[in-house]
């Protein structure tokens, strides 16, 4: 099935939310033959009851076509746990503390995987006063580039939007910081826990 909206989401996110097909087609004003139909993949929910049975069933419009219900498990909102969505037509970068379903461009966005540092990607940290001054060993090139870095703590991010024409580097303020990620356009995102680093040192 490859229409708007799948079925199967419908049937999931109804019996999550412990409801009949017959009192889900009460609040739509339709008919739990209706409701069956759409569940089974012989018909299709209007486009016009979208917005009423996203509501009725707990989730966003977009959920409901992406067919993926968000379950945030983040509810501490703890930074570390940060994820970094980056949109591959326009290089959009959003962050979101949790999950969630991002689209841009007409893409959906699914979350950054960071890695460990590489040879082509080596990170050099050192300790300025109240700083880290950040620098990534990488060309930056119009084709290829580090488009940000970041600095994250329990409680805070700290983020570099980089460009081409300028240097692979950064300054962050030291305060509580535990990792630092930076995301390559070809190769995607990075991340290296600052413990494991000393002044000058290099990963």
């Known amino acids: 099935?490859?229409?708007?909206?799948?079925?199967?989401?419908?049937?999931?996110?109804?019996?999550?939310?412990?409801?009949?097909?017959?009192?889900?087609a009460e609040k739509l004003s339709v008919t739990d033959k209706s409701?069956?139909?759409?569940?089974?993949?012989?018909?299709y929910p209007d486009i016009s009851l979208l917005e009423s049975l996203a509501k009725e069933l707990n989730v966003s419009i977009t959920e409901l076509i992406a067919g993926n219900a968000v379950s945030n498990a983040n509810v501490?909102?703890?930074?570390?746990?940060?994820k970094f969505y980056v949109c591959p037509v326009c290089g959009?970068?959003?962050?979101?503390?949790?999950?969630?379903?991002?689209?841009?461009?007409g893409v959906?966005?699914?979350?950054?995987?960071?890695?460990?540092?590489?040879?082509?990607?080596?990170?050099?940290?050192?300790?300025?006063?109240?700083e880290y001054f950040v620098r990534i060993d990488h060309k930056m090139m119009k084709t290829h580039?580090?488009?940000?870095?970041?600095?994250?703590?329990?409680?805070?991010?700290q983020m570099v939007k980089l460009y081409p024409e300028g240097?692979?580097?950064?300054?962050?303020?030291?305060?509580?910081?535990k990792k630092i990620l930076f995301y390559c356009n070809r190769d995607g995102l990075?991340?290296?826990?600052?413990?494991?680093?000393?002044?000058?040192c290099s990963a």
Not at 147 to 155: I, L, P, Q, R, Y
């Open 108 to 130: 959906r966005l699914t979350v950054c995987e960071p890695e460990q540092t590489d040879e082509n990607h080596r990170i050099f940290i050192e300790r300025v006063e109240d």
């Open 1 to 24: 099935m490859n229409q708007y909206v799948t079925g199967a989401i419908i049937k999931e996110l109804r019996e999550k939310n412990h409801m009949t097909q017959a009192k889900l």
């Open 145 to 157: 580039y580090i488009s940000f870095m970041a600095a994250v703590s329990s409680d805070k991010i």
């Open 35 to 43: 409701i069956s139909k759409w569940e089974t993949g012989k018909g």
């Open 92 to 105: 959009n970068v959003i962050h979101s503390m949790g999950e969630a379903v991002i689209n841009c461009h």
């Open 167 to 177: 240097n692979a580097e950064a300054r962050f303020k030291i305060n509580g910081v």
């Open 190 to 200: 990075f991340s290296l826990d600052v413990n494991r680093m000393t002044d000058g």
């Open 76 to 82: 501490s909102a703890n930074m570390l746990r940060s």
